[in-house]
């Protein structure tokens, strides 16, 4: 048995643990390329079918204009990125939405809200949209920012499958990059989250400045949670003209899949995502990442407001590697 009484029995395993230390994901870190790949494709295999690739898409149904500051985003009101203010969307218009990404062949139909927290009245519009997406048959996950434990509650009686909220960063890191929330706040969302019984989709972004020590601290800190989040998002940051983190120095690739392959061994029954920044990958880096442990991605043209590889391109990226779209969350 555990010692740890907080962790649910179901997540008794020998590869589940939730009491990594820095200095052993730091020895991952530093494994041999080739060594670090091994590992984490063998746990890979023991979890998941490791030519499965689940896919889910993105709307953004209320863009830009967002009172938050953080430093990464083309949807804050603080930075000129170019992004165009539109109010909370229409429920019809995101059915049409949802419709098109199922028969492009996602499973998952993820909707986002540049909101620093939803009103109850918005929560109620956003229900709906969860309702009709469900009813066509795709899983729903919605992130709206931080929700209170009322409006969390009626999100899971409503049906709701998943909820984003990413730590982004390590909490040392964290006060770079947004200081209009806290990370403890965040923290409280993922945790009425959880509680609520809704699944826990939380990750992170890479390549903002950060170091090896803050992205071994991010994943301990998802790692270390009582529950592992059942979709683990890893996402290289897009600079996007206009926002503070706009020429921050390129990230080493290997570093990013050096990121994933950790992940994978931390949390290996989770869905790790190759999420945003692909445009930005050659098919030879995303191979790479699927070969660490990536096993879902975004998938569709765009992602919130910026660009993402082209359906048709990933669709032969996946023929050429021979993988097939499907899966749900856990392993
Ligand atoms: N406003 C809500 C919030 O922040 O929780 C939900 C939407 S927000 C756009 C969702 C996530 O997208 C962020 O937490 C961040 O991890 C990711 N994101 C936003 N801009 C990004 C960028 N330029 N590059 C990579 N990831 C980004
Ligand atoms: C996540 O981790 N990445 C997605 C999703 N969750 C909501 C968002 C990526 C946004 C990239 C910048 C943009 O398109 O605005
Ligand atoms: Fe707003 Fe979310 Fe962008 Fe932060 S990440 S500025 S909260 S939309």
Redesign the pocket.
């Given at each position: 048995m555990s010692a740890n009484p907080a962790i649910s029995p179901i997540q008794i395993s020998p590869s589940i643990r939730h009491n990594w230390q820095l200095d052993e994901v730091q020895d991952l870190f530093a494994l041999p390329f080739s060594d670090l790949i091994y590992k984490a494709q063998s746990l890979h295999r023991e979890n998941f079918d490791p030519n499965e690739i689940q896919v889910s898409s993105?709307l953004?149904i209320k863009t830009g204009s967002c009172s938050e500051d953080c430093g990464y985003?083309?949807?804050s009101a603080r930075y000129d990125a170019g992004v165009t203010f539109e109010a909370l969307m229409p429920v019809d218009a995101v059915l049409k939405a949802a419709q098109k990404a199922k028969d492009q062949g996602a499973s998952r139909f993820?909707m986002?809200a540049a909101w620093r927290r939803p009103k109850d009245r918005d929560i109620e519009r956003v229900i709906e949209m969860v309702q009709g997406v469900k009813a066509l048959g795709l899983e729903t996950c919605v992130?709206l920012g931080m929700l209170t434990d009322q409006q969390t509650l009626r999100l899971k009686e409503g049906g709701l499958d998943y909820y984003?909220h990413?730590l982004d960063t390590s909490e040392e890191y964290y006060s770079e990059v947004i200081t209009t929330r806290t990370y403890q706040d965040r923290l409280e969302t993922l945790a009425r989250v959880r509680d609520a019984g809704i699944n826990v989709?939380c990750?992170g972004i890479i390549g903002m400045g950060e170091s090896d020590m803050d992205r071994s601290r991010l994943l301990i800190e998802l790692a270390n949670m009582p529950r592992h989040p059942e979709s683990v998002?890893v996402?290289m940051l897009?600079q996007?003209e206009g926002t503070p983190l706009m020429g921050t120095p390129a990230l080493d690739p290997i570093i990013f899949i050096r990121t994933i392959a950790v992940a994978r061994i931390m949390m290996p029954k989770s869905r790790v995502?190759l999420?945003?920044g692909r445009s930005k990958m050659s098919d030879e880096m995303q191979a790479l990442c699927f070969l660490a442990g990536a096993n879902s991605i975004?998938y569709g043209d765009?992602?919130?407001?910026?660009d993402n590889p082209v359906t048709n391109h990933d669709l032969d990226l996946f023929d050429r590697l021979g993988v097939h779209s499907g899966g749900s969350s856990y392993g």
């Open positions: 993105l953004s985003c083309p949807q993820c986002g992130t984003n990413n989709c990750g998002p996402n897009v996007v995502r999420s945003a975004f765009k992602l919130l407001t910026t």
